[in-house]
């Protein structure tokens, strides 16, 4: 028993459909490409922005603990480096918000480790 037209259907429909696949892979490959970029923000101990490149928002968290927006993922290939800004000796580190794709928190330190409100700065370097 031949069936000609149906072996060619589905040959057809295969490569229609991976045709497809491949379509939409590329295209969300695409949408994950966001390019080089760098961005900083400068903020006060009040968590008020006093300069800033590429930040939506800054939200106050916790004590010691701030909420840095951007416009873009900064998720994947981006790297970050913060500081404390002023006289006074502490420390300040900088982390992914869990489950987020675009939010950096910095948690700002006393020179003795206690989460205390400091005025911080934060670069992020993001690559291809």
Known sequence: MKIP??????TRTALAV???LLSATAQVEAQATYGFASYHVTVNSLQTILS??????VTKFL???????????VNRSCSFVTSIVGVTAGQAVAIMVTGSTDT?????????GALQDRAF???VNCGA
């Open 5 to 10: 037209t149906f072996g060619r259907f589905v």
């Open 18 to 20: 991976s045709a497809l």
């Open 52 to 57: 800033s490149n590429g930040v939506q928002s």
């Open 63 to 73: 004590i010691g603990t701030v909420d840095v927006k951007f416009n873009r993922p």
């Open 104 to 112: 950096v928190r910095v948690r700002t330190f006393t020179n003795a």
């Open 121 to 123: 700065a934060l670069i």
